[in-house]
């Protein structure tokens, strides 16, 4: 019996030939379409590659020309590699690891220019829709960076403030302003009035209960008994001291009431002053009149946020993306050593573990797109080490240390991902200093600074760890060039001039992911002082003129009642005068004819 | 169609002359097929099963009927299979071996069913092949000229024929 079935034999290596042969002849082919597909699911654009070649004996692969577009704007490149090369370890491939100790990627560029749109087509943009998970944490962040910025920055600027302040300085009336029945000053006086009256009406309730009149015709009784008295006995004597003694009294107390009188007659004299005494209320009611032609305050938060807020919350969308991307493909925790199936154990034999993908280290070359005012770009290198799919199996995290420099601006980019373990930890620092101030893309209007013609430093840092995403930036923007103001009409000019004179200022940005998924951002500046100093500066004088003429009206108001009261009290006053001054006379008088 | 076809091939496997040596031994590695659960595994064995010149109806029949046998019997497997991967200690330097070999690992061979399986699957080709052999004369001798004369059987191969016909006139 023939045990071999040749019939099987023969066609299968046939077919595995033919395969083979295919294989060698197409496989680049359908190796790029693959990696374009792949890329394109990954990045949500198109990305292109000039050629892609392989070689089996080496198992290197090389890649020339590769583009990716930048979802956030499909004409120019989030990407843009000249050249990709790299060899493979031959055995870990054929157990599905591919193991790639060092790889070249030079001629790297980001943010070129593209011919054609880079928008996906609409079945794979469909795809790709399905593919992003919507309901991730991520997903949130973006909805809410999103939404923070249509809200934060889609209102219009604060100028509006400025066009309030000149209308209302320009068409100012004081008097229909003032409402009489509610100045602090009148009242004032009123109460003013009333206590004086009061108080006149005390000093004659005082003088009535002293009864001098009572009083002097009792000592001139006394003194008339005193002369008439002749001492025949002793007891005539001693009635005759008795008589002096009590003339002696009343001449002290007669002393004593006058002192109260001219006490009372000194305070009555003084006590007239209206005017100067409503002066403090007067003041106050100048102030609150006044304030109803305020400056309207600028809100300090939309300056910076007008001139960064909208940049910065791209910045942080774009790394809040790529960061994900990295958490996606990188997953924190590796398999089990021993894993229960549903049907069977897995038993686990030493050997030498391999992730999915590792890549020792990337040597990275290329140019930055930012460039210089003379049009120099910043040629960079560096590397990205330790890329594994199963961080837990590479000892050390990934890095990556890129530097650059033109002369004149520098570049540095560091990063830290750590998914070794149940945690991750992501750190991006970038620094760049030189920046032209044309590269961070802030519109040019006729109220900000001329951000575009300064010279910038850019510190930046952003961190994710586990789902916790912060970020901060301090940006230091100098060298302002002042901008041409023939141009500019209307209101706005005031608040061009103001910002016209501003040459530098520095602008710190901060955004952190919240515990209901959403981000929370601020932006600091000093500019906004800046501004809202030389805002005041400018509308001050104005303000004074203003308050000059409300100070004017309110005492013309006041003078006329300040003339009735004062009429009203003075001839009160005059009245109690003249009444304590008869009374003083009369008590002289008396005192005089006290001779003891 | 295809139940047709595949009921007239059974039938002639067992009413014809075709040699009880090559079905006998089709049965024992298709045994072997269907007790092992992993794929790469079960290529391996259909590529086996092919080269050699066993028939391949009793292949599939020894394949369907021990599939079912083996989910039966997974527990029984997954002990076999721990005894033989974790027990029998000096095998395992060369599992560790076979471990660190390239492909090697997609059989699965670690695993404690599908090594149960393959264990179990070759243990059982000689008393399979040999009870497969012996069934298959003892009926040749005693029950296949009156099976032929079942009704059943004269009515089959007529709509066999019948289909042959249509096909052709079509």
Same mark, same amino acid.
């Given at each position: 019996?023939?045990?071999?079935?040749w019939?099987?034999l023969v066609?299968?290596?046939?077919?595995?030939?033919?395969?083979?042969?295919?294989?060698?002849l197409?496989?680049?082919?359908?190796?790029?379409?693959?990696?374009?597909?792949?890329?394109?699911?990954?990045?949500?654009?198109?990305?292109?590659?000039?050629?892609?070649?392989?070689?089996?004996?080496?198992?290197?692969?090389?890649?020339?020309?590769?583009?990716?577009?930048?979802?956030?704007? @499909?004409?120019?490149?989030?990407?843009?590699?000249?050249?990709?090369?790299?060899?493979?370890?031959?055995t870990?491939?054929?157990?599905?690891?591919?193991?790639?100790?060092?790889?070249?990627?030079?001629?790297?560029? #980001?943010?070129?220019?593209?011919?054609?749109?880079?928008?996906?087509?609409?079945?794979?943009?469909?795809?790709?829709?399905k593919k992003?998970?919507?309901?991730?944490?991520f997903?949130?962040?973006?909805?809410?960076?999103?939404?923070?910025?249509?809200?934060?920055?889609n209102?219009?600027?604060?100028?509006?403030?400025? %066009?309030?302040?000149?209308?209302q !300085?320009?068409?100012?009336?004081?008097?229909?302003?003032?409402?009489? %029945?509610?100045?602090?000053?009148?009242?004032?006086?009123?109460?003013?009035?009333?206590?004086?009256q009061?108080?006149?009406?005390? @000093?004659q309730?005082?003088?009535?209960?002293?009864?001098i009149?009572?009083?002097?015709?009792?000592t001139?009784? &006394?003194?008339?008994?005193?002369?008439?008295?002749?001492?025949?006995?002793?007891?005539? !004597?001693?009635?005759?001291?008795k008589?002096?003694?009590?003339?002696?009294?009343?001449?002290?107390?007669?002393?004593?009431?006058?002192?109260?009188?001219?006490?009372?007659?000194?305070?009555?004299?003084?006590?007239?002053?209206?005017?100067?005494?409503?002066?403090?209320?007067?003041?106050?009611?100048?102030?609150?009149?006044?304030?109803? &032609?305020?400056?309207?305050?600028?809100?300090?938060k939309?300056?910076?946020?007008?001139?960064?807020?909208?940049? #910065?919350?791209?910045?942080?969308?774009?790394?809040?993306? @790529?960061?994900?991307?990295?958490?996606?493909?990188?997953?924190?925790?590796?398999?089990?050593?021993v894993?229960?199936?549903?049907?069977?154990?897995?038993?686990?034999?030493?050997?030498?573990?391999y992730?999915?993908? &590792? !890549?020792?280290?990337?040597?990275?070359? /290329?140019?930055?797109?930012?460039?210089?005012?003379?049009?120099?770009? !910043?040629?960079? %290198?560096?590397?990205?080490?330790?890329?594994?799919?199963?961080p837990?199996?590479?000892?050390?995290?990934?890095?990556?240390?890129?530097?650059?420099?033109? /002369?004149?601006?520098?570049?540095?980019?560091?990063?830290?991902?750590?998914?070794?373990?149940?945690?991750?930890?992501?750190?991006?620092?970038?620094?760049?200093?030189?920046?032209?101030?044309?590269?961070?893309?802030?519109?040019e209007?006729?109220?900000?600074?001329?951000?575009?013609?300064?010279?910038?430093?850019?510190?930046?840092?952003?961190?994710?760890?586990?789902d916790?995403?912060?970020?901060?930036?301090?940006?230091s923007?100098?060298?302002?060039?002042?901008?041409?103001?023939?141009?500019?009409?209307?209101?706005?000019?005031y608040?061009?001039?103001?910002?016209?004179?501003?040459?530098?200022?520095?602008?710190?940005?901060?955004?952190?992911?919240?515990?209901?998924?959403?981000?929370?951002?601020?932006?600091?500046?000093?500019?906004?002082?800046?501004?809202?100093?030389?805002?005041?500066?400018?509308?001050?004088?104005?303000?004074?003129?203003?308050?000059?003429?409300?100070?004017e009206?309110?005492?013309?108001?006041?003078?006329?009642?300040?003339?009735?009261?004062?009429?009203?009290?003075?001839?009160?006053?005059?009245?109690?005068?003249?009444?304590?001054?008869?009374?003083t006379?009369?008590?002289?008088?008396?005192?005089?004819?006290?001779? @003891? | 169609?295809?139940?047709?076809?595949?009921l007239?091939?059974?039938?002639?496997?067992?009413?014809s002359d075709? *040699?009880?040596?090559?079905?006998?031994?089709?049965?024992? +590695?298709?045994?072997?097929?269907?007790?092992?659960?992993? =794929?790469?595994?079960?290529?391996?064995?259909?590529?086996?099963?092919?080269?050699?010149?066993?028939? +391949?109806? *009793?292949?599939?029949?020894?394949?369907? +009927?021990? *599939?079912v046998?083996?989910?039966? $019997?997974?527990?029984?497997?997954?002990?076999?299979?721990y005894?033989?991967?974790?027990?029998?200690?000096? =095998?395992?330097?060369?599992?560790?071996?076979?471990?660190? =070999?390239?492909?090697?690992?997609? *059989?699965?061979?670690?695993?404690?069913?599908?090594?149960?399986?393959?264990?179990?699957?070759?243990?059982?080709?000689?008393?399979?092949? $040999?009870?497969?052999?012996?069934?298959?004369v003892?009926?040749?001798?005693?029950?296949?000229?009156?099976?032929?004369?079942?009704?059943?059987?004269?009515?089959?191969?007529?709509?066999?024929?019948?289909?042959?016909?249509?096909?052709?006139?079509?």
């Amino acid at each position: 019996m023939k045990i071999i079935r040749w019939s099987f034999l023969v066609p299968t290596i046939v077919i595995i030939a033919l395969l083979t042969l295919f294989n060698i002849l197409f496989f680049d082919v359908v190796l790029k379409k693959s990696v374009i597909s792949a890329g394109e699911m990954i990045f949500g654009a198109k990305v292109e590659i000039d050629s892609l070649t392989t070689s089996f004996t080496k198992v290197s692969l090389s890649i020339d020309g590769l583009r990716c577009a930048d979802r956030n704007d @499909y004409f120019k490149n989030l990407i843009d590699i000249d050249h990709i090369t790299f060899d493979a370890k031959f055995t870990p491939i054929l157990r599905k690891k591919f193991i790639i100790d060092e790889m070249t990627v030079s001629g790297l560029k #980001w943010g070129t220019s593209r011919k054609i749109s880079g928008k996906l087509s609409p079945k794979k943009e469909k795809k790709f829709n399905k593919k992003q998970k919507k309901d991730s944490m991520f997903a949130k962040l973006f909805e809410s960076a999103k939404n923070k910025a249509n809200e934060e920055f889609n209102k219009l600027p604060a100028v509006d403030a400025f %066009s309030d302040v000149e209308s209302q !300085i320009k068409d100012f009336d004081a008097a229909k302003l003032i409402d009489k %029945s509610n100045l602090q000053s009148v009242k004032e006086i009123n109460k003013l009035s009333e206590d004086i009256q009061n108080k006149y009406k005390n @000093y004659q309730t005082d003088f009535d209960n002293l009864k001098i009149e009572e009083k002097i015709q009792k000592t001139k009784n &006394l003194i008339d008994q005193v002369s008439k008295t002749k001492v025949s006995s002793f007891d005539d !004597i001693t009635k005759a001291a008795k008589n002096i003694e009590e003339l002696k009294n009343n001449k002290k107390e007669f002393d004593k009431i006058l002192k109260e009188l001219n006490n009372a007659k000194k305070d009555i004299a003084n006590s007239v002053d209206i005017s100067k005494q409503i002066q403090n209320a007067v003041n106050k009611d100048v102030d609150s009149v006044s304030s109803k &032609l305020s400056v309207s305050k600028l809100n300090s938060k939309n300056i910076s946020s007008m001139i960064a807020g909208r940049q #910065w919350i791209n910045r942080v969308e774009t790394v809040i993306y @790529y960061m994900s991307l990295i958490k996606k493909y990188m997953p924190e925790k590796d398999k089990e050593p021993v894993k229960e199936r549903s049907k069977g154990r897995d038993v686990i034999f030493a050997q030498k573990a391999y992730p999915s993908l &590792l !890549i020792s280290k990337i040597n990275i070359s /290329g140019t930055a797109a930012s460039e210089d005012k003379q049009g120099k770009a !910043i040629a960079f %290198s560096g590397s990205i080490n330790n890329i594994s799919s199963s961080p837990d199996m590479v000892s050390e995290p990934v890095t990556l240390n890129i530097v650059g420099n033109n /002369g004149k601006q520098n570049l540095m980019i560091e990063g830290l991902f750590d998914h070794r373990g149940k945690t991750s930890e992501d750190l991006l620092k970038i620094s760049m200093s030189g920046v032209s101030g044309e590269s961070l893309n802030i519109p040019e209007n006729d109220y900000m600074p001329l951000v575009n013609t300064a010279d910038i430093k850019i510190s930046s840092r952003f961190e994710l760890v586990n789902d916790n995403f912060s970020c901060g930036a301090d940006v230091s923007v100098k060298d302002i060039k002042e901008k041409n103001l023939k141009s500019v009409k209307g209101n706005i000019k005031y608040l061009a001039e103001i910002t016209n004179t501003i040459k530098s200022f520095t602008l710190n940005a901060k955004a952190k992911s919240k515990e209901d998924g959403s981000l929370d951002f601020e932006i600091k500046s000093d500019i906004d002082k800046k501004i809202s100093d030389a805002i005041s500066q400018l509308f001050s004088s104005k303000i004074s003129e203003a308050k000059a003429k409300v100070k004017e009206e309110i005492n013309a108001i006041l003078k006329e009642q300040t003339k009735q009261v004062e009429d009203n009290i003075k001839v009160q006053q005059d009245s109690l005068l003249k009444n304590i001054n008869s009374q003083t006379d009369l008590i002289n008088n008396i005192k005089k004819s006290i001779k @003891y | 169609m295809f139940v047709l076809k595949m009921l007239k091939k059974i039938i002639v496997m067992f009413q014809s002359d075709i *040699s009880p040596d090559q079905i006998a031994w089709g049965f024992a +590695l298709g045994a072997i097929l269907g007790l092992v659960p992993n =794929l790469l595994m079960k290529i391996i064995l259909f590529v086996v099963i092919m080269l050699f010149r066993v028939n +391949l109806t *009793s292949a599939l029949i020894g394949c369907a +009927l021990f *599939s079912v046998v083996g989910f039966a $019997i997974d527990p029984l497997l997954d002990k076999i299979g721990y005894f033989i991967l974790v027990n029998i200690k000096f =095998l395992k330097p060369f599992y560790t071996w076979l471990y660190n =070999l390239p492909v090697i690992p997609f *059989s699965k061979f670690n695993n404690t069913v599908v090594m149960g399986g393959l264990i179990t699957g070759i243990a059982l080709i000689f008393p399979n092949g $040999i009870l497969a052999k012996k069934a298959l004369v003892y009926y040749r001798a005693n029950y296949r000229d009156k099976v032929a004369q079942w009704k059943l059987i004269k009515l089959l191969n007529t709509a066999l024929n019948a289909t042959k016909i249509i096909k052709k006139i079509g």
